[in-house]
């Protein structure tokens, strides 16, 4: 049982390049979603899946986009990258939405350069 | 909108002091409220919840309740080991916010042996 897994750990990028984050989870939940965290900040909510084929925008969602074709699968695309997109990404998975504990991937760094 | 607030960091203490970190919050309705914590190079992981008032949340000596009247959940511990040195956040899930997680900016917590 790995839990909730993220890919690259870290990653830099080029002003205008695309990229997706990747995130895997194996407990069957339902709810998936993606947070960055910065300084000072906590941590705000991107976007977030409440089951596979749907997606809502969460607190930051301009400049990407989500899919959610699989209940394990829920990757993070970065369109076209900007140096205000330099942070730390926390992809997050729970049973379903509400007081549900929510289980934290690792993280992926990323700088935009 | 609804929100979190906690003390500023970092916070330092010696070996088996007593540790309390302030959080309030603002909320439509009654939230689910949570402390979760970060240690380093890691995710988050759940520390304690407590889902209505009056209720205590425990888990590994870190004790908080959940105090309608001064929207406070304040998280304490009575004597701090050095691994506990970790981020705190404090969050909660806001119906208001379609029921996903408001964190609060994370406190620092170093403890020296």
């Known amino acids: 049982n790995a839990g909730v897994t993220q890919t690259p750990k870290f990653q830099v990028l080029k002003t205008g390049q695309s990229m997706t984050l990747q995130c895997a989870q194996d407990m069957n939940h339902e709810y998936m979603s993606w947070y960055r965290q910065d300084p000072g900040m906590g941590l705000r909510l991107i976007h977030y899946?409440?089951?596979?084929?749907?997606?809502d925008q969460g607190e930051v969602p301009n400049g990407y986009n989500v899919s959610r074709s699989t209940t394990e699968d829920f990757p993070l695309r970065l369109l076209s990258a900007a140096p205000s997109q330099t942070s730390v990404y926390f992809c997050?998975?729970?049973?379903?939405?509400?007081?549900?504990?929510?289980?934290f991937g690792p993280g992926t760094r990323l700088t935009v350069l | 909108g609804d929100s979190v607030t906690q003390m500023e960091g970092p916070v330092t203490l010696s070996e088996e002091a007593f540790l309390t970190i302030n959080c309030t919050y603002t909320?439509?309705?009654?939230?689910?409220l949570f402390w979760y914590v970060q240690y380093p190079g890691e995710g988050l992981q759940l520390l304690l919840k407590?889902?209505?008032?009056?209720d205590k949340g425990s888990n590994k000596g870190f004790e908080a309740t959940y105090r309608k009247e001064t929207t406070s959940f304040h998280l304490e511990k009575g004597s701090v080991q050095v691994s506990d040195s970790a981020v705190y956040f404090c969050a909660l899930s806001a119906i208001s916010y379609g029921q996903n997680f408001v964190f609060g900016p994370g406190t620092r917590l170093s403890v020296l042996p």
């Open positions: 997050a998975s729970s049973y379903s939405m509400g007081a549900h504990t929510q289980y």
């Open positions: 899946s409440v089951g596979a084929g749907i997606t």
């Open positions: 909320a439509t309705g009654y939230p689910s």
């Open positions: 407590a889902t209505k008032a009056d």
